[in-house]
């Protein structure tokens, strides 16, 4: 195992001091695993908390910031953080106005953000949550999906909407819609390696690709010989074309997002956004804006996700609104 790191054991926090260091317009706690927003009280706006296992970097410590979270809370590697973390980052953000949960569709963390929210308004704190659960390769009912890059666009469209002063169940219903309106599908070329374990998560052979997969490295739902990238986006956009948003206008534009999943170079993701364009002009589905890069990622697995929301104007201009994090950053 060749790692940039000092051990398995120190490897998140080291992680947070590096982030501590670059970015000192951030509050990061690194005893307690929380990244702040230094400036989260002032303005009396809700309060933005999302959070998960590490390994998935920028989301969700690198979106904290101006027009965004207010406060993350990094777990151990793909193991979701405990409740004690998301009710310190409540009570260090709540500005009076409430704060919103946004917890991707995972056992550990909706359990654990439950209880969370639960413990903070025996507080007395006003809470709301959203369930993101967007990955269109799990098969069953919407309740199984699991929530992978629609939460940055959750987080971002929400995070506008509080900035402009939003009241706490106005935030969590653009929340929602956000989250319902938006489909996701991931392909992998490798497996990812975790520090603990050394090795692969699951085996894929060489001239193969896995359809479908997760980003904790659980593998996809097919396999198949590897092809071209036109083949590879006309199959992503298809699956997350084939199940219908639950919100959002149907035939309206949509953001979407190419997202590498750690190891796969811009080079490569450029042009995969250029076929994913072309299938989409195909369908008649015209693209409002565009993201392409690392956000969503499953710590150094090759391949990518496609993620479309369903947009009107109101999410489109909450998009466009300015943003300043680590990791995202336009209009200001």
Same mark, same amino acid.
């Given at each position: ?71 993350? *809370? ?229 391949? *990518? ?28």
């Amino acid at each position: 195992m060749r790692m940039l790191i000092n051990s398995p054991e120190t490897v998140v926090a080291d992680a947070l001091r590096g982030m501590a260091a670059a970015h000192p317009e951030l509050d990061v706690d690194v005893e307690r695993r929380i990244v702040l927003r230094r400036d989260a009280r002032e303005g009396g706006r809700v309060g933005l908390v999302s959070g998960g296992g590490s390994g998935h970097e920028p989301l969700h410590g690198g979106f904290v910031g101006h027009g965004m979270l207010s406060a993350a *809370c990094p777990g151990e590697v793909f193991t979701s953080p405990v409740p004690d973390q998301m009710l310190r980052a409540a009570a260090a953000v709540d500005a009076g106005q409430g704060v919103l949960f946004v917890v991707k569709n995972y056992t550990g963390d909706v359990l654990n953000f439950e209880m969370a929210a639960e413990l903070a308004e025996e507080e007395g704190l006003r809470i709301e949550r959203v369930l993101v659960n967007d990955d269109v390769a799990v098969a069953g009912s919407p309740a199984e999906r699991r929530g992978t890059g629609a939460t940055l666009f959750v987080e971002k469209i929400a995070g506008a909407a509080a900035e402009e002063g939003a009241p706490l169940e106005r935030v969590a219903a653009i929340a929602r819609r956000v989250a319902g309106s938006s489909r996701s599908f991931g392909v992998a070329l490798s497996a990812c390696t975790t520090p603990a374990k050394g090795s692969p998560t699951f085996d894929l052979p060489e001239g193969e690709l896995e359809l479908g997969i997760g980003i904790h490295g659980e593998p996809g739902r097919e396999r198949r010989p590897m092809v071209p990238a036109r083949e590879i986006a006309r199959l992503a956009v298809d699956a997350v074309l084939a199940e219908p948003a639950e919100a959002g206008p149907a035939d309206g534009p949509v953001l979407a997002l190419v997202n590498g999943m750690g190891a796969t170079p811009l080079l490569e993701l450029y042009g995969f956004h250029a076929e994913v364009a072309a299938v989409l002009a195909e369908r008649g589905v015209p693209v409002a804006r565009a993201l392409v890069g690392n956000y969503v990622t499953s710590l150094d697995m090759a391949g *990518c996700s496609v993620t479309l929301c369903r947009a009107d104007e109101e999410l489109l201009r909450l998009w466009d609104a300015p943003v300043q994090t680590a990791a995202l950053r336009w209009g200001r």
